[in-house]
């Protein structure tokens, strides 16, 4: 079998050699490393291989912590210190700013991480019940549409972990254990939630072995029979709030288990403090916060005594919004609206007013028309948060080569520790 030396990483954490003009993709190896692999996929300028052997290993190889690892497609990079993890995704960041957008910002800042470990307080578990092997609880395999059959899981709370080999039991004791596709799990300051998608209505015997566990083991079960939108808390009713905190901005935001809202409580209040760091809202100053979600920023911002304007284009997440506005005593100084901020343009967002400053979330597509549509009258300040180094660097470009904003930092953000995802945060100044 051919052996490689190993250059980089690239952005699904494979690691990258050389050999004869040709790129090689090797699952599982790390930079440094002298390598045997097997190709399982050959194109003209690359393959796709399998690491078979360590010849030499890198300082940063570990023994991953879960049994699961390298079956189980939850994690890609257990076999790497995360330590060494931080320091790959930063330079993933740097390499997708300038060999996409050609930027480089003036100051690389200092990576965002915290606990590696039992850190995804957010997760969608597929359910599958075989005759042959009996209830099948997990995330997918790694590049497998099957269930990894896990016992337990050291990226979600150890609480949670734990429910794993119970709620197996759970699904199999069901009527309609084989109509239950997926376990969607919220982890709150106050409440763990389970939403059950089902395809078939409970029995009477199946609500009772809800209400039991529910009980046993202190969680909150929510009913999904259709889309995101048709989850109700099924029991306890009434019981605890399901919410998470920004201590340090005094602020508190009540959630529904399908919202979107970060998956690493820790990390997510780093950011957000980094971002309003980085923003420097004054009082007085007009400020939006675009693709704005429940509010995860807005109220921070608000609370600096800024005016904001959060923008987003779910009608039920704006609604959230406002109600956490009111609950925290900040309505007087956030609006909310709803809009697709994917069909911007110059008009719709000069509809809106000048803003001083602007703080921009958005999904992996990036905000394309939005800085496309800045005008003549644009914020002094941007701040971006992304979850993709790719429509980053292509808007950091737009904004720098087209708008006159000058590339003033840029950060990498480890929300996903153990997997490729790299986020990040940046910010532009008008020059």
């Given amino acids: 079998m051919p052996i490689g030396i190993i250059e980089s990483l690239d952005h699904e954490a494979r690691g990258i050699a050389r050999q004869e003009g040709k790129t090689i993709f090797v699952d599982g190896a790390l930079p440094g490393e002298k390598v045997e692999y097997a190709s399982f996929r050959r194109k003209p300028k690359y393959e796709l291989a399998h690491l078979v052997k360590v010849e030499e290993a890198s300082t940063a190889r570990v023994t991953p912590r879960c049994p699961h690892y390298g079956v189980c497609g939850g994690c890609a990079m257990q076999h790497m210190d995360p330590s060494a993890q931080v320091a790959a995704k930063q330079r993933v960041l740097e390499d997708s700013l300038w060999h996409i957008g050609r930027q480089r910002p003036q100051t690389m800042l200092p990576p965002i991480h915290a606990i590696p470990w039992g850190y995804r307080h957010r997760a969608r578990l597929g359910v599958r019940k075989i005759p042959s092997k009996g209830v099948l609880i997990g995330f997918h395999e790694w590049r497998s549409s099957y269930i990894a059959d896990l016992r337990s899981c050291a990226i ?122 980085l923003l420097d809202p004054q009082p007085g100053e007009r400020i939006a916060d675009m693709f704005c979600g429940l509010g995860n920023f807005t109220l921070p911002i608000a609370r600096s005594g800024a005016q904001v304007l959060g923008i987003e284009g779910s009608p039920a997440l704006v609604e959230r919004g406002r109600q956490s506005a009111r609950s925290n005593g900040l309505a007087d100084r956030v609006e909310f609206g709803v809009a697709n901020l994917f069909e911007c343009t110059p008009e719709s967002l000069a509809r809106l007013g000048h803003f001083d400053k602007m703080l921009i979330d958005p999904p992996r597509e990036g905000a394309l028309e939005l800085v496309k549509a800045l005008g003549e009258d644009p914020p002094s300040r941007l701040v ?48």
């Fill in 384 to 431: 971006y948060v992304s979850c993709n180094p790719s429509t980053l660097a292509r808007d950091a470009a737009v904004l720098v080569t087209l708008k006159g904003y000058r590339f003033v930092a840029a950060g990498a953000v480890n929300m996903f520790p153990h997997t490729a995802h790299v986020e990040s945060i940046a910010v532009f100044e008008r020059a």
């Fill in 156 to 277: 979600l709370p150890p609480h949670v972990s734990v429910l794993i080999e119970p709620l197996r039991t759970l699904v199999d004791r069901l009527s309609i254990g084989d109509r239950l596709p997926q376990i969607e799990l919220a982890v709150g300051e106050e409440c763990t939630a389970l939403v059950l998608r089902i395809l078939a209505p409970l029995s009477k015997a199946d609500e009772a072995l809800l209400r039991t566990f529910a009980d046993t083991h202190d969680i909150v079960f929510y009913l999904q029979a259709k889309g995101p939108d048709s989850a109700y808390r099924f029991y306890p009713v009434p019981g605890p709030r399901l919410a998470y905190d920004l201590p340090e901005f005094d602020v508190s935001l009540d959630f529904r288990p399908t919202d979107f809202t970060q998956v690493n409580h820790a990390v997510n209040r780093v950011l957000v403090r980094r971002a309003l760091r």
